[in-house]
């Protein structure tokens, strides 16, 4: 079974510096995909970013970027140039390929993003 | 309709009853997964089905819980005899059949208490 650690309940960082949002994972599988999902209040979790684990390019998505780790299992987002915006419950997801593809979620990161 | 859309977004229920959450996926989406978040934590994964059929209900925690997908559209998740321990936001997401790399669409789900 995998499992999915987001060691970080909260963080805070002020408008428009950076922040890094840290996620490991254990897994057996060696084809899988890698998600950041954000949830505002409105509690609709909205893809930020993914991860195929057969890249070895970081995924890049305007302010959004991953540090993938493949061998430490290792999934981290980098946000810069954080905006108000950006506050949020943020969650880590392993999917692996195959079979239901369900995902299998963190326990998340309450971002704020302080004026 | 435009994305995934959940109702009721609320229900409040005594302990005991019977409920029904419904949920209409993304429209020729064939895959659709429901998932539960008790406060504080991720998403866990209850069922997941591909059409009309459920290919995966490993996530469904007793025999009080059940879900139907008939026509393999709208989905209708079913709690029998609810206790409180069933509080929690029941999430539905849909997505294109499994195709690599496939993104689920969330709705905004519904909030069960059970009091």
């Known amino acids: 079974a995998q499992t999915v650690t987001q060691s970080q309940p909260e963080m805070s960082v002020q408008e428009a510096e950076t922040v890094t949002l840290s996620c490991t994972y254990d897994?057996?599988?060696?084809?899988?995909?890698l998600f950041w999902y954000k949830q505002p209040p409105s509690r609709q979790m909205i893809l930020v970013i993914r991860?195929?684990?057969?890249?070895?390019q970081n995924a890049t998505e305007n302010r959004f970027s991953v540090n993938f780790q493949k061998a430490a299992k290792s999934f981290s987002l980098k946000i810069s140039d954080s905006q108000l915006g950006d506050t949020a419950m943020y969650f880590c997801?392993?999917?692996?390929?195959?079979?239901?593809?369900?995902?299998?979620f963190g326990k998340g990161t309450k971002l704020t993003v302080n004026p | 309709g435009a994305g995934v859309s959940q109702t009721p977004s609320n229900k409040v229920t005594e302990k005991g009853k019977y409920v029904e959450l419904r949920c209409d996926p993304i429209?020729?989406?064939?895959?659709l997964y429901w998932y539960r978040q008790s406060l504080g934590q991720g998403p866990e994964f209850l069922i997941y089905?591909?059409?009309?059929?459920?290919?995966?209900d490993s996530g469904l925690p007793n025999d009080r819980f059940f879900a139907v997908r008939p026509e393999g559209s709208v989905s209708t998740l079913k709690i029998q005899r609810t206790e409180r321990g069933d509080s929690a936001v029941y999430l539905c997401?849909?997505?294109?059949?499994?195709?690599?790399?496939?993104?689920?669409?969330f709705g905004q789900g519904t909030r069960l208490t059970v009091v």
């Open positions: 997401a849909s997505s294109l059949i499994r195709q690599k790399n496939t993104e689920a669409f």
């Open positions: 991860q195929e684990a057969y890249k070895q």
């Open positions: 897994t057996s599988e060696n084809n899988y995909y």
């Open positions: 089905f591909q059409g009309t059929g459920a290919a995966d």
């Open positions: 429209s020729g989406h064939t895959a």
């Open positions: 997801a392993f999917r692996a390929q195959g079979g239901s593809e369900k995902l299998v």
